[in-house]
C-alpha cells in the first residue's frame, strides 16, 4: 500500500484533495435545490424536478464532448474553464431569484461538471501507474463521500433550504480550487497536454462510432443509466419525499443527516467492499449493487419511519459502493490509450439516469401524492432493475473483451 502511495503524482494527489473540499462545499447547496426550490419559491416538486434534472441532461451531452475534446486540446486547459466556470455559476445560484434563472445556471452547472468530471479521471489515467489506478479511484471515491459527510451538516446550520449563502460559499471554494490546480501545472510542465496525434485525427462523429461498436462498453453503459436511475432518486425523490410526507416533520433536517449517513457508510464500507469484489469479475459488483440499490428504494416506500429510512439508506449506500468503485477501472480497462479520455466522456451517457430521476420523481409524487409512497418507490425500484438484463449481457461479452485486448 505504502509503495502504491509513494508512486501518485501530486496533481493526482491535487485533484483527490480538491475534490474534498468541492465536494463538501457542493453538498452544502446543491443536494437541497429542489427543497430550496419549494420553500423559497413556491415551486411545485415538478417544476423543481425539472430544474434538478436540466443539469443532468445537459451533463449527457456535454461529458462526452468534455472528455474528447480533452483528447485533442489537453486536459489542462478544459480543467481551468470548467472550474473557474463552476466558481462563477454557484455565485449565480445565490443572485437568482426566479424558476427560469435556476433552470438556466443549473444548466452551466451541468457544463461545468460534464467537463470536469471525465477530464480530471483522464488525468489521473494518464498519470497513474496501471498499479495504482485502483487506489487513485477509489482514494477519488473516498474523497467524494468525505466531502460529503461534512457538507450536508454545514448546509443545514447555514439554513440552505432557505437562504442562498452555502451558494457562495462553494463558488469560493471552487475558486481557490482552481487556483490550486494553476499552481501545480506550472510545477508540473508538460502535464495535461493533448493525448496524441490519432485523437487529433478522429472526428467527434468517428469517436461516437468508435465507441458504440464495442459491445462491451454499450452493454455497461446501459446498464449503468439505470443504475444511476435508482442513485439519483435518492437526491431528489427523497428529498422531495420526506420534505412533503405528513409522516415526517423537518424533512430538510432528516435528509442532510441521511446524506451524511450516506457518506460515512461510504467510508466505512468501501475499502473492504473493493478488496473482496475485486475476486470476481467487474460486473459482478455493479450486478449486485444493482440489486441492493432497487431493494432500498422499496423500503423506502413500504415503511415510512425514520429507523427504516436509516436501514434503507445504509442498503441503499452499500450498492452505491458496489455499483460505482469499480466502473472507472473497468472504463480504463476497456478504452484504448489514445481515445481515453473520449471513453470516460462517452460514459457520461449513464446521467441519463439522474435526468429522469427527478422528473419520473416528481411526476409521481405529482400524480399519485406523498400519501402512496409504496406505489411510488416501487415503480422507480423497478426501474432501477431494468439495468440487470444489460449488465448479464456485459457481463458475458467481458472475457472476449479483456482477450482482444490480450
Known sequence: MNSHLRQIHPLSWTIIIGTIFGRMATSMSIPFLSIYLINRLGSSPTQAGTVVAVSSLIGVFASFYGGYISDVIGRKKVLFISIFGWAVVFVGFALANQIWMFFVINALNGLCRAMFEPTSRALLADITPQESKLLVFNLRYAAINLGVVVGPILGLQMGNSNSGFAFYIAGLVYFCYGIVLVFQFLLHKGMGGATGQSADRLSLKGALRVTGRDRTFVYVLIGMIFCVLGYGHFGSTLAQYLELSPSFTDGAKWFGYMLSLNAIVVLAVQFPLVRFSSRFSPIVPLIAGNLCVACSLLIFGLFPYIWTMVLGVVLFTIGEVLMFTMTDVLVDRIAPNE??????????????????????????????????????????????????????????????EQARAE
Open 339 to 400: 481515445l481515453r479520455g473520449t471513453y470516460f466522456g462517452m460514459f457520461g451517457f449513464n446521467n441519463l439516469g439522474n435526468v429522469m430521476a427527478p422528473l419520473l420523481g416528481g411526476f409521481l409524487l405529482d400524480a399519485l401524492g406523498v400519501n402512496r409512497p409504496l406505489l411510488i418507490f416501487g415503480i422507480i425500484a423497478l426501474t432501477t432493475a431494468f439495468g440487470l438484463p444489460f449488465l448479464l449481457l456485459a457481463r458475458r461479452h467481458l472475457p472476449e
